[in-house]
């Protein structure tokens, strides 16, 4: 028996190997698409362009600009001298942020009066803007305290202190990168099984195979072998370029990360060959293929948090591997999760491994046609 | 043969082509499920699935010894629509709490939080919370800090005052003023849907035709490559369009995301699009010869590039220039920029016609390469 499987797992191999096109796709693509998305994927925001309307000519107003013009965060890229300056700087997208001080601002400080501080945000990415203006706030408050401690002014009679656990400085890198391990693992795993059922399907070979004296069992772990080492081995690629590269901290354990990294590419595995056992033309399987993974991905709390989504959909993304995958990533290399805080994540993706398993062998021999 | 023969020729094959492409997509339905199917269960998915909004976010509300102060505090919390705050009795429960997930942060008040409020002093307030997801941590303390900012405006209106913060900052958040992330994620999964699709649609006829021999029992036929190119690219471009407009309509209808530029600007630069899009799946597979490496291909080099390097979440211009350069390799780039203004600021000349002409001139170099690569000629 395991002669036979082997046979079938080494022509497997082959079948995706041997063709220099294939392997290119297989190997090369998914480590550069890590370093692109690696460095593209951020939501911090630096050199955001900014431009200056200051109709003030005090000092304390050039104060507060020079904590603009020293931050990392923000880029002037014009100063402007008429309010009719604004809107074709912001439409064009020249500029993110108007900061505009008014004439009374410097007069209104010194008097102890609130001075007022427009802050104008292309609003056009809800997130950008959110952020800029959190910068900015920033930058204020830093003014504020100055202002106040130099002053003599009464501080504000609550004070927050607040802090980041786990990422005290909220580098956005180290939670998107382990994420992008789980993206392109479920990528690779996907792009290597979904086609495989349907391409014999549609070569007429498949039937051959079906009656050699294989059983559909032997067949499916045939099949399954090639999706998962490949996996396991850009996989672990990809996470040393993670831990390597980029100085991800790696704080938990190893062994719980390959045991989910295991379970996870047995869940894809499966998903994978029941896509390519459900069609019967690789454009099917292609669909297919992407069918499930565009979904799986952007419902997987990669970019956007599961918490943010409604209730059904929620329920919804119970269903999807890469959720539970992201978890484990997140939790092992940022948190240094141990298994029992995992235990709850690692067992679906055994369920949906199992279950998706044995529907795409049951599906080898009932879908004909 | 006479010039005039072949011009009328050329119009029967190109139609005898397009008729045969139509057969073929009607009976293999993947097609039409490809261009229909596909943009309304992905925006219906996506559309209400993600939002970068956090709403009653859970945090863990610590007051070991509440009084008429604290609870006023606390209760700016209860009122927000941002919070849904849990009272813990002690730090541990509440870091035990944030270890585990349940909530994503803690708000923590000093034992003697109401003597210090009303001895004239600042009372300090902590809060923690969960750095892993650093935006949405970035997020949830800005959400803290404007309710605690509302909370010392409300207090010193109370006492009759003002409040005593130097510079107050006035936000205006222009095209988007309740900032529902709704409005831009909507336009930019148009341009990342329609990436897949356009590239689905192309990416495996023509290896199809390789595979299956029948590339070359065309070869053989009068039809020149410029017309086998014309009648693959035509129907599907005709599904593609049929596909936008359904998005398009969802958006508006669906989704209330305001169109404030013009309709047909929106329908120009989306053809322009699209003619990219189909473009590059018939380069794929063109190139690729085979279905299987298309297909490989058309999963590797289509969503995940879209979906990251677009702009459609991440911001392009705080990637590093050398990032920078490869996004204008993608033509979805282009057209999130085209989507998010025509939508949500109008029909803003400078915007739309630079990226309106990089997506003509994407299409123009995807088909070049098509042209080149595909020879009457066999291996």
């Known amino acids: 028996m395991f002669k036979r499987i082997i046979a079938l797992a080494v022509k497997e191999f082959l079948a995706l190997l041997k063709d220099k096109k294939s392997r290119f796709v297989i190997i090369v693509p998914p480590l550069v698409q890590l370093f692109v998305f690696s460095y593209a994927?951020?939501?911090?925001?630096?050199?955001?362009?900014?431009?200056?309307?200051?109709?003030?000519?005090?000092?304390?107003?050039r104060n507060l600009l020079a904590g603009f013009q020293g931050s990392k965060n923000f880029r002037r890229v014009a100063r402007i001298d008429r309010s009719g300056q604004i809107a074709p700087l912001i439409d064009r997208k020249q500029v993110l942020l108007v900061v505009h001080i008014g004439p009374q601002f410097s007069r209104d400080l010194a008097l102890g009066r609130p001075a007022p501080l427009q802050l104008l945000v292309d609003g056009r990415n809800s997130n950008t803007a959110m952020l800029t203006l959190n910068y900015a706030r920033d930058i204020v408050d830093h003014?504020?305290?100055?202002?106040?401690?130099?002053?003599?002014?009464?501080?504000?009679?609550?004070?927050?202190?607040i802090r980041a656990w786990f990422n005290p400085n909220l580098v956005s890198r180290w939670f998107i990168v382990p994420g992008i391990v789980g993206l392109l693992t479920l990528v690779v795993a996907i792009m290597v099984t979904s086609l495989s059922v349907a391409r014999e399907r549609e070569q007429g070979t498949f039937d051959q195979l079906l009656v050699t004296p294989l059983r559909p069992t032997e067949i499916l772990i045939g099949k399954a072998?090639?999706?998962?080492?490949?996996?396991?081995?850009?996989?672990?690629?990809?996470?040393?370029?993670?831990?390597?590269?980029?100085?991800?901290?790696?704080?938990?354990?190893?062994l719980v990360l390959y045991l989910g990294l295991a379970l996870f590419l047995l869940s894809v595995v499966g998903v994978g060959l029941m896509i390519s056992s459900l069609s019967v033309t690789q454009q099917q399987g292609l669909l297919g293929a992407f069918l499930f993974t565009v979904p799986a991905i952007i419902l997987s709390g990669f970019a956007t948090p599961i918490a943010n989504m409604p209730r059904a959909v929620q329920y919804l993304t119970l269903l999807n591997p890469l959720r539970y995958f992201m978890v484990v990533l997140r939790g092992v290399f940022l948190e240094g999760a141990p298994f029992s805080q995992l235990a709850h994540q690692l067992w679906p993706m055994a369920l949906i491994g199992v279950t998706s398993l044995m529907l795409a062998g049951w599906l080898f021999r009932h879908r004909m046609y | 043969m006479t010039t005039s023969a072949?011009?009328?020729?050329?119009?029967?094959?190109?139609?005898?082509?397009?008729?045969?492409?139509?057969?073929q997509i009607v009976r293999d339905p993947s097609s039409i499920a490809i261009a229909f199917l596909m943009p309304v269960a992905l925006l219906l998915l996506f559309g209400y699935g993600i939002s970068l909004d956090a709403e009653e976010v859970p945090v863990a509300l610590v007051a070991p010894q509440p009084s008429a102060a604290s609870a006023s505090f606390t209760s700016a919390f209860y009122g927000s629509r941002y919070f849904a705050p849990r009272p813990m009795p002690d730090m541990a429960a509440a870091e035990a709490a944030l270890m585990a997930g349940r909530v994503d942060g803690i708000i923590r008040l000093q034992g003697n939080f109401a003597?210090?409020?009303?001895?004239?002093?600042?009372?300090?307030?902590?809060?923690?919370?969960?750095?892993?997801?650093?935006?949405?941590?970035?997020?949830?303390?800005?959400?803290?800090q404007s309710t605690w900012a509302n909370w010392l405006a409300q207090r010193a209106q109370a006492a009759g005052g003002e409040l005593d913060m130097p510079v107050q900052v006035e936000p205006r958040i222009w095209f988007n003023g309740e900032m529902r992330s709704r409005n831009f994620l909507v336009p930019g999964l148009i341009a990342v849907i329609m990436t897949l699709i356009g590239a689905l649609l192309t990416a495996l006829v023509m290896a199809r035709e390789w595979e299956r021999g029948t590339m070359e029992a065309l070869m053989v036929t009068p039809v020149a490559i410029r017309e086998i190119l014309l009648g693959k690219l035509i129907p599907y471009f005709v599904l593609g369009t049929g596909g936008m407009l359904?998005?398009?309509?969802?958006?508006?209808?669906?989704?209330?995301?305001?169109?404030?530029?013009?309709?047909w600007v929106l329908l120009i630069c989306s053809s322009l699009f699209l003619l990219a899009a189909l473009g590059m799946g018939l380069l794929i597979s063109t190139i690729a010869r085979n279905q299987f490496v298309a297909g490989q291909v058309a999963i590797i080099a289509t969503f995940l590039p879209a979906f990251i390097l677009s702009g459609f979440i991440f911001d392009i211009g705080s990637m590093p220039w050398a990032l920078r350069g490869i996004t204008h390799l993608i033509?979805?780039?282009?057209?999130?920029?085209?989507?998010?203004?025509?939508?949500?600021?109008?029909?803003?000349?400078?915007?739309?016609?630079?990226?309106?002409?990089?997506?003509?001139?994407?299409?123009?170099?995807?088909?070049?390469?098509v042209r080149r690569n595909s020879r009457k000629r066999l291996e």
Not at chain 1, 143 to 161: E, G, K, Y
Not at chain 1, 234 to 246: D, N, R, Y
Not at chain 2, 246 to 263: E, K, T, Y
């Open chain 2, 246 to 263: 359904l998005a398009v309509g969802m958006a508006v209808f669906l989704f209330d995301v305001p169109l404030r530029g013009s309709l």
């Open chain 2, 331 to 369: 033509a979805a780039r282009y057209f999130v920029a085209i989507l998010q203004t025509v939508f949500l600021a109008g029909d803003v000349w400078p915007v739309i016609l630079p990226n309106a002409l990089a997506l003509l001139l994407m299409a123009a170099l995807f088909f070049g390469l």
């Open chain 2, 6 to 23: 072949a011009r009328g020729g050329w119009r029967m094959r190109l139609r005898g082509l397009i008729r045969k492409e139509f057969r």
């Open chain 1, 41 to 61: 994927a951020t939501y911090d925001l630096n050199r955001v362009p900014y431009a200056v309307y200051n109709e003030d000519r005090g000092v304390a107003a």
């Open chain 1, 225 to 254: 072998l090639p999706g998962f080492l490949i996996g396991l081995f850009e996989a672990s690629l990809i996470m040393m370029a993670a831990v390597f590269w980029f100085a991800i901290p790696m704080r938990g354990r190893l």
């Open chain 2, 115 to 144: 003597r210090r409020l009303e001895g004239g002093g600042s009372a300090p307030v902590q809060v923690i919370v969960n750095g892993v997801d650093a935006n949405n941590a970035r997020m949830i303390s800005g959400y803290v």
């Open chain 1, 143 to 161: 003014f504020n305290r100055r202002w106040s401690a130099a002053h003599q002014l009464a501080p504000p009679p609550v004070r927050l202190d």
